[in-house]
């Protein structure tokens, strides 16, 4: 059984990007927020790129804008706008592989069109997510359960862990890693709405279902970015963050975990 071992590079540095997303969730309006998608978005589209070998200039300055402005279409304007944004940015990319047809295109349309998507349209909900009622502290919240969830997984599954989760996709995942993790951030939660007031317009029912949904789709994010990983053949999508790796490392989490919030805390926001 391999014991925790503490990590001072990874824990310093995840407090300092934990840091920096909380600074930016409190003291930028939504638009200044904007930037803060944007980057996330730009260097998760480099870093799927990367992790596939087609890190040059050529190939990833596309689908990066069109995903920046995907994003932005989808948190300001009108679902009609977002949707010709959305077809004009795929017609794009179709139209770049044509006219520039390699024989790694094949690898670069899929790769186009998955950046567009992922990066482009998941991460955005972070902006939608603020637009909502309270919607710095249900970000802040987001951010806690999945932070909660990979925090306590990890050192859970390296004290605990028997029984691997998916052996041939993470290695190192365990079933008592994801069973720790899960109830950790479900408590963590919850503590957090007893001391937040704006989350009392929540029930203990509904609070519980929008935790749980949210914290089983980042365990899935997870596993998305390691599956790519794996397809790649990389350990880590890059090397921004010390003890983490790349953003996509830090963030995958979150990427398919936002989406779900959104939704759910929106359905509850109308009763």
């Known amino acids: 059984m391999e014991k925790p071992i503490f990590d001072s590079k990874r824990f310093i540095f995840g407090i300092i990007f934990g840091i920096i997303i909380i600074l930016s969730i409190f003291l930028f309006n939504i638009y200044e927020f904007f930037f803060v998608f944007a980057a996330l978005a730009s260097l998760s589209v480099y870093e799927i790129f990367s992790i596939f070998d087609l890190n040059e200039y050529k190939y990833f300055i596309l689908p990066e804008i069109l995903s920046i402005l995907t994003g932005f279409s989808f948190a300001f304007l009108k679902s009609e706008a977002f ?100 109830f950790s951030a479900m408590l963590i939660g919850l503590i957090f709405r007893i001391f937040i007031y704006d989350y009392k317009i929540f029930t203990l029912v509904s609070f519980t279902v929008l935790s749980s949904v949210t914290v089983i789709a980042g365990m899935v994010g997870d596993l998305t970015e390691s599956l790519i990983k794996r397809a790649g053949e990389k350990k880590d999508s890059g090397y921004l963050i010390p003890g983490h790796g790349g953003i996509l490392d830090r963030i995958d989490s979150m990427v398919l975990a936002a989406p779900f919030f959104y939704y759910i805390a929106a359905y509850y926001l109308k009763f």
């Open 83 to 182: 949707i010709f944004v959305f077809f004009l940015s795929a017609f794009l990319i179709l139209l770049k592989n044509v006219l520039f047809f390699k024989a790694d295109s094949g690898k670069g349309i899929f790769l186009d069109i998955f950046s567009l998507v992922y990066a482009g349209f998941f991460i955005s909900f972070l902006l939608k997510i603020m637009e909502l009622s309270g919607g710095r502290y249900l970000l802040l919240l987001l951010f806690i359960l999945v932070w909660a969830s990979d925090i306590f997984a990890y050192y859970g599954g390296r004290h605990f862990g028997r029984h691997k989760l998916f052996l041939s996709l993470s290695p190192k995942k365990t079933v008592e890693g994801a069973v720790i993790g899960f």
